[in-house]
């Protein structure tokens, strides 16, 4: 089935860093989401990507979708421990628009 | 609004027994899904509904059961537990159309000996 391609699987930053975590997909996305989960909690939706090229901020996180709609980045600004958490990537389509196969998630850490 | 309320939080099963994992959502959501989540493999969609009276199968659908009788209640069956059920479990609902996303609830963990 279609996948989508998370790397790294880890990244261990000191405070103050920057982290960037990138997905990557073997087809063309119709869109792409990106959820967080803290230590111990669930998902919760961070954004929706569905232009290609598009990019958003939040704050301190920078999302952006490849022109080719085959991969997309997360990028956060001067980490800060509030931040620790797996990010994962999310394809929606999944070949019926309603299965949202997910990324195996980047496990962020932050030193502080 | 409760969002995505999943009962229990926590469970323990023997090895063979069955049980109805809960899920309920209050925000008229037609779409609704199961994950599991184990170390390593990321989320896996085990079981999805897009209305009441329609279900299909996901990624990862043997050993379970849905049924979605009402528009609000989506409940996971477990038909007879086995250790390899042993994980995680998240039941979510999608909210949008063309923008959309997905919440989930706070998870059940399930530990099957």
């Known amino acids: 089935g279609q996948q989508v391609m998370q790397i790294p699987q880890y990244q261990h930053v000191q405070e103050g860093e920057d982290f960037t975590t990138y997905c990557n997909s073997s087809t063309t996305l119709s869109n792409i989401q990106w959820y967080k989960q803290r230590p111990g909690g669930h998902p919760v939706f961070l954004i929706q990507?569905?232009?290609?090229?598009e990019v958003k901020k939040q704050k301190r996180l920078t999302f952006q979708f490849g022109e080719a709609k085959k991969n997309s980045s997360l990028h956060i600004t001067a980490t800060q421990t509030t931040d620790v958490g797996t990010y994962f990537c999310a394809d929606p389509s999944g070949g019926s628009n309603y299965k949202l196969t997910f990324g195996k998630g980047t496990l962020l850490t932050v030193n502080p | 609004n409760a969002g995505v309320t999943q009962t229990p939080k926590f469970q323990v099963l023997k090895t063979g027994q069955s049980m109805t994992l809960q899920c309920a959502q209050d925000m008229n959501h037609e779409y609704m899904s199961w994950y599991r989540q184990d170390p390593g493999m990321g989320l896996r969609l085990i079981h999805y509904s897009v209305g009441a009276g329609i279900t299909d199968q996901g990624e990862v659908p043997n050993g379970y059961n849905v049924s979605r009788s009402t528009t609000e209640d989506f409940p996971l069956r477990l038909l007879s537990a086995a250790p390899s059920q042993t994980s995680v479990y998240f039941c979510a609902s999608r909210w949008g159309q063309g923008l959309y996303g997905y919440t989930f609830g706070s998870g059940t963990r399930l530990t099957v000996v």
């Open positions: 990507l569905v232009k290609s090229g």
